[in-house]
């Protein structure tokens, strides 16, 4: 399976994100992925021959099949891990006990990190992205709404000045100004999408 991102790999293979980081900081996963930073792009069955995995059903489909089993290699990188135990299917039976111990520790860590959250955001550590986004848009709109001012107060001033058609030099202007902005979003765009999280920007993703 390809195309994985550091979530979804980490995920699959039962660690944390930090782990996956470590493993490709160490050079473990050469060759295993595509792309850079958060546009890293990982093949599962390369990932698992390189760290010395068996990948069972449930991992391939990432649909929490065999976690219990993935557990059990959390952490260790033995090239030759112990052999699943057999299943006839891909899911655990209901009654399995420890169907009930993995929805009780996935349900204690969801709540660990939603308290964190919570924390953090009432001592003011750290804001909500979307509301960042949003005081970012307005101040942006306000600057260019002042710059293209700028423009017509410039085009009318050459106009004057050199005895020209005010439309024609406030035209000529604003389309330069239209296509510098539309290359330079797309730069932006696309230098977002391949910038790398920092280790505490690791840390803290919660």
Request: aromatic share 4%; charged share 30%; proline share 4%.
């Amino acid at each position: 399976m390809t195309g994985l991102n550091t979530t979804e790999l980490a995920a699959r293979l039962a660690v944390s994100k930090a782990r996956i980081s470590q493993y490709v900081s160490e050079g473990k996963l050469e060759g295993c992925y595509t792309g850079d930073g958060r546009g890293r792009r990982f093949d599962l069955e390369k990932v698992a021959h390189a760290l010395g995995r068996k990948l069972h059903p449930g991992q391939m489909l990432g649909n929490g099949a065999a976690t219990r089993d993935a557990l059990r290699d959390l952490g260790n990188d033995d090239p030759q891990p112990a052999a699943p135990r057999p299943r006839t299917d891909a899911t655990l039976p209901v009654g399995d006990p420890d169907r009930y111990e993995m929805a009780r520790t996935l349900k204690a860590e969801e709540e660990a990190r939603r308290l964190r959250r919570q924390n953090m955001a009432e001592e003011r550590t750290w804001v909500l992205a979307e509301e960042v986004e949003r005081h970012t848009a307005r101040a942006m709109t306000q600057e260019i709404a002042q710059f293209e001012t700028m423009l017509r107060d410039a085009a009318r001033a050459v106009a004057d000045q050199f005895g020209l058609d005010f439309r024609s030099v406030r035209k000529v202007l604003m389309d330069e100004w239209r296509r510098y902005r539309a290359a330079r979003s797309s730069q932006l765009g696309n230098q977002a999408q391949t910038t790398a999280m920092t280790p505490d920007e690791q840390e803290a993703d919660v």
